[in-house]
């Protein structure tokens, strides 16, 4: 009996090769762990619902570039983490856009906010600031917990200059979450 993994790749074989019925399959079968996988990114529930459809969309659209390297989920994570951190992007600038005349309260409303939700925005914050060739590897690895093999094959380079770009990654992410901090003196 096969397995709800041997299933998916198969759906997503045939959804590949243009079986619209298999897209269908596939897009419900998926949907929970998309929803979960870009709630890791984003600490609000609407958000990652909108990542989630987002992601969808994607892999409605663009399912003919899945081409078997690697698992299908391994590739659905890399679709999901970039379509989370696209959508923070775009509610982040329209945040920026609809609060551009109001001024910032002066301390956060502890009710509206959560230190998991601050650590989040901290951790696309520091993503977006080290860059794509460093951040794709760390959120694929230490977000989504593919291996190290699993985003070598995805991103299509070496396993050590993966292991490189994630060490250096961690290490400028570090850096600027320690100067963020609630105990930063800004010094």
Same mark, same amino acid.
């Given at each position: 009996?096969?397995?709800?993994?041997?299933?998916?790749?198969?759906?997503?074989?045939? #959804?590949?090769?243009?079986?619209? =019925?298999? +897209?269908? %399959? $596939?897009?419900?079968?998926?949907?929970?762990?998309?929803? !979960?996988?870009?709630?890791?990114?984003?600490?609000?529930?609407?958000? #990652?619902?909108?990542?989630?459809? =987002?992601? +969808?969309? %994607? $892999?409605?659209?663009?399912?003919?570039?899945?081409?078997? !390297?690697?698992?299908?989920?391994?590739?659905?994570?890399?679709?999901? #983490?970039?379509?989370?951190?696209?959508?923070?992007?775009?509610?982040r600038r329209r945040w920026m856009v609809e609060t551009a005349s109001a001024l910032p309260p002066d301390r956060a409303d502890p009710a509206r906010t959560s230190v998991i939700a601050g650590t989040r925005l901290d951790l696309l914050e520091g993503l977006d600031a080290i860059g794509a060739d460093l951040a794709e590897p760390v959120a694929l690895r230490d977000v989504m917990g593919l291996s190290y093999r699993e985003v070598a094959q995805l991103l299509g380079l070496p396993e050590g200059t993966v292991k490189s770009r994630i060490h250096e990654g961690r290490r400028r992410l570090r850096a600027r979450l320690t100067d963020a901090g609630p105990h930063s003196n800004g010094s």
């Open positions: 009996m096969p397995d709800d993994h041997d299933v998916v790749e198969r759906t997503a074989r045939a #959804a590949a090769g243009g079986d619209r =019925d298999a +897209l269908e %399959a $596939l897009l419900a079968q998926v949907r929970p762990e998309v929803l !979960r996988l870009c709630g890791r990114f984003l600490p609000n529930r609407e958000d #990652a619902e909108e990542a989630c459809q =987002d992601t +969808l969309l %994607a $892999l409605a659209t663009g399912i003919e570039a899945f081409d078997g !390297r690697s698992s299908f989920r391994t590739w659905l994570y890399r679709v999901a #983490a970039n379509r989370s951190r696209s959508t923070y992007h775009a509610l």
